[in-house]
């Protein structure tokens, strides 16, 4: 499969509940940056985009879909301050997705980058995208990933 890790896009310190931040105007371009990214780097099959249920996360999901074709979405709770473990998690029970895109907040994703190809150390920076290949057979995920790329769209 085609891995994509992403960190949802910038999203300032509001009054309002963590769980509730919403998206900074220049959060919104770096997940459409990132939606070109990824779009650029899938072929036309079976896509699928995981996020908590943040709306800084779901904002970014539904902006990188955007930029896709038809590709679905699903915002999980569960995911919200979840560990890398969960994230494994949500692979193997995906494993017949074509390109599957988790979109999540740091450190956790950092951490999961690096327990995937643990032959980098990754600074997820607001919208970043670290693009995996990956395999997944009947005991799990066969590690380390396949590195591919980097993106960050404030470096673009």
């Not at 390109?99 to 607001?126: D, E, K």
Request: charged content about 20%; hydrophobic content about 40%.
């Amino acid at each position: 499969m085609n891995l994509f890790v992403v960190r949802h896009g910038d999203s300032p310190f509001t009054t309002a509940t963590d769980h509730q931040r919403p998206l900074s105007d220049l959060g919104i371009r770096q997940a459409t940056q990132s939606g070109r990214f990824i779009a650029t780097r899938i072929p036309a099959s079976k896509s699928l985009i995981v996020c908590s249920d943040a709306l800084r996360t779901t904002t970014t999901a539904h902006t990188i879909g955007e930029q896709l074709n038809s590709v679905e979405i699903k915002a999980q709770a569960n995911l919200y301050g979840a560990q890398t473990g969960q994230w494994c998690d949500v692979m193997e029970r995906h494993a017949d997705i074509d390109n599957l895109i988790l979109v999540g907040h740091n450190p956790t994703m950092s951490l999961l980058a690096r327990h995937l190809f643990s032959l980098r150390a990754f600074q997820f920076q607001p919208a970043c995208v670290a693009h995996f290949g990956l395999e997944i057979d009947a005991d799990g995920l066969r590690l380390p990933a396949q590195y591919k790329e980097f993106f960050n769209p404030d470096a673009s």
